[in-house]
């Protein structure tokens, strides 16, 4: 079984920083891509950012030059650097994750932790 726990979420001001983890564990063999999605009170959940085993990465262009998607793999670990918030990046942060078992690839996400912008 795979089990992926975010850490790092808070309340911070408009324009603040915050810093959100996520680490797997459990038993697979490798992970593949980890990304990051959201939802906001009342709305559906959306993508956030991804990263791929060796570094590419992509993102929601809500949040392109704003947010930095990173991993560690000897950690099992991926990272979401957030600056210069904004109220509308309020949300239930999830970290989302492909680990190889056996034979197959299965997809997890974690229990999310909350983000809130406001002053």
């Known amino acids: 079984q795979v089990q992926l726990v975010e850490s790092g979420g808070g309340l911070v001001q408009p324009g603040g920083s915050l810093g959100l983890s996520c680490v797997a564990s459990?038993?697979?063999?490798?992970?593949?891509?980890m990304n990051w999605y959201r939802q906001a009170p009342g709305k559906q959940r959306e993508w956030v950012a991804t990263?791929?085993?060796?570094?590419?990465?992509n993102y929601a262009d809500s949040v392109k030059g704003r947010f930095t998607i990173s991993r560690d793999n000897a950690k099992n670990t991926a990272y979401l650097q957030m600056n210069s918030l904004k109220p509308e990046d309020t949300a239930i942060y999830y970290c989302?994750?492909?680990?190889?078992?056996?034979?197959?690839?299965?997809?997890?996400w974690g229990q999310g932790t909350q983000v809130t912008v406001s002053s």
């Open positions: 990263i791929q085993p060796a570094g590419g990465t």
């Open positions: 459990g038993k697979f063999k490798s992970i593949g891509a």
């Open positions: 989302n994750a492909a680990t190889l078992a056996s034979f197959s690839w299965r997809d997890t």
